[in-house]
């Protein structure tokens, strides 16, 4: 089992910077990559920015060169945020993509934190 905690989620006005943390612990052998996700009202859960296990981080265009993903996906990960507009308003997720051993071969796995608010207002 692997547990995602995240935190940071905070009100930030339109230009700020804000970094967000989650915080992994369990089995953590069987990680093969994570990704933040942000679910704004109304709309669709979508990806952001992903890690694999060599550290090689992908980026969505939206966020690309305000936002930075880093750390560790067996420990801690963040996602540096700067730029921030009203459109960034959203739950962000952070989520863990396993590669789990089974008795015949290996079975993907999805764990997802609980989420953690950001609201850019002025």
């Known amino acids: 089992q692997v547990q995602l905690v995240e935190s940071g989620g905070t009100l930030v006005q339109p230009g700020g910077s804000l970094r967000l943390s989650c915080a992994v612990s369990g089995s953590t052998e069987s990680m093969n990559f994570m990704a933040w996700y942000r679910q704004a009202p109304g709309k669709k859960r979508d990806v952001v920015a992903s890690m694999s296990l060599s550290g090689r981080t992908n980026y969505v265009d939206s966020v690309k060169g305000r936002f930075t993903m880093s750390g560790d996906i067996t420990n801690m990960v963040y996602l540096q945020m700067s730029s921030l507009t009203p459109e960034d308003t959203a739950v962000y997720y952070c989520?863990?993509?396993?590669?789990?051993?089974?008795?015949?071969?290996?079975?993907?796995?999805?764990?997802w934190g609980q989420g953690t608010q950001v609201t850019v207002f002025s």
């Open positions: 989520y863990a993509g396993l590669l789990v051993r089974t008795g015949s071969g290996f079975t993907n796995e999805d764990v």
